[in-house]
């Protein structure tokens, strides 16, 4: 299979380039290092890929430089998980997603016309649910009272993703990612800032007095659930579109401070706690049905964060210390 990766350089699709290679797909991964956050951090990552994956720097929301960028290259499907993520940047910085999340959606689904590819899986986010409630969340529930703009940008690309697959019959999958986290994961995320601060011996803010419950996800659960999606692209019978989209999470849903407590017993250092307001665009708890993408995809997160969270943990001191 060839494989075209967006956002290449970034934690999920830095994973989910390197366990294409391994199974000996051809990849191509696109990603315009943004930064947004640490270029390094994304450097770095790419220098960890097969020699094989093939790694172009360009920007998806730049349909001329993509265009340029993909000229003579050849690829069977696409994995679109380039994206401006952050929920609470998307406060001060709405251009940018608009740009990424709207633009570079649109971008990605006339790519995928144009070249006819078998398949177009991309990547959600949980966070179109809004504050639904302690869940669990299914793909059926409404969508339409986003509390971000980050969150409204997501919903909207897939009610894009939607109309594509309508008109042009093109088969795609959407992926409600609940919260990520792992190696090489992103240092705005709540896994990466607690350790650096109870390492470093600074406080960590605890938002909402610690009242939050999120559906941690471990990277590798979550990668196979990329490919597993990607293997199986919808049928198209001529009826509905051939568009279907899953939540991909752990199906479980941990206290905030069962998460703390992981990570104080993986560093051997108490945490010191200061109890903060809850943030604009935050939800107080996420979980996913993932009873769907079982079935469909035979999806079956293993990895729990008495597992993830010490290997993150111990990834980070290596990763510090270089």
Not at 106 to 132: K, M, P, Q, T
Not at 225 to 242: E, I, K, T, Y
Request: proline share 6%; net charge neutral; hydrophobic share 45%.
């Amino acid at each position: 299979m060839r494989v075209l990766v967006t956002g290449v350089a970034g934690f999920i699709g830095f994973h989910v380039a390197a366990a294409l290679a391994a199974r000996g797909d051809a990849v191509i991964g696109i990603d315009n290092l943004d930064p947004y956050y640490s270029v390094r951090l994304k450097r770095d990552r790419l220098a960890q890929l097969p020699a094989g994956v093939r790694v172009i720097e360009a920007d998806f929301a730049d349909a001329a430089a993509l265009a340029r960028a993909l000229d003579g290259e050849a690829f069977d499907r696409i994995v679109h998980l380039g994206a401006q993520a952050g929920v609470r940047h998307s406060i001060d910085n709405p251009a940018a997603y608009g740009r990424a999340n709207l633009v570079g959606q649109l971008n990605i689904l006339e790519l995928a016309r144009a070249r006819r590819v078998e398949h177009l899986v991309y990547a959600s986010s949980s966070s179109v649910y809004g504050d639904a409630g302690a869940g669990p969340l299914s793909v059926k529930a409404r969508a339409d009272r986003p509390v971000s703009l980050y969150a409204a940008t997501k919903r909207s690309g897939e009610l894009m993703t939607e109309s594509y697959a309508h008109l042009y019959r093109l088969p795609t999958t959407g992926l409600r990612f609940f919260t990520v986290y792992g190696p090489w994961g992103r240092p705005d995320m709540a896994v990466w800032l607690f350790t650096a601060a109870i390492l470093e011996r600074r406080p960590i803010r605890v938002f909402n007095g610690g009242a939050l419950r999120r559906d941690f996800t471990y990277i590798d659960d979550i990668a196979a659930g990329v490919l597993a999606a990607l293997d199986r692209p919808p049928s198209d019978d001529g009826g509905a579109s051939p568009h279907l989209i899953y939540n991909i999470g752990h199906g479980r849903p941990e206290a905030l401070g069962d998460l703390i407590a992981a990570i104080e017993a993986a560093c051997g250092e108490p945490a010191i706690r200061e109890l903060v307001p809850m943030q604009p665009g935050d939800v107080t708890a996420t979980f996913a049905d993932i009873a769907p993408i079982a079935r469909d995809l035979g999806y079956a997160p293993i990895t729990t964060i008495a597992e993830g969270v010490p290997r993150f943990v111990d990834w980070y001191r290596r990763y510090v210390a270089t």
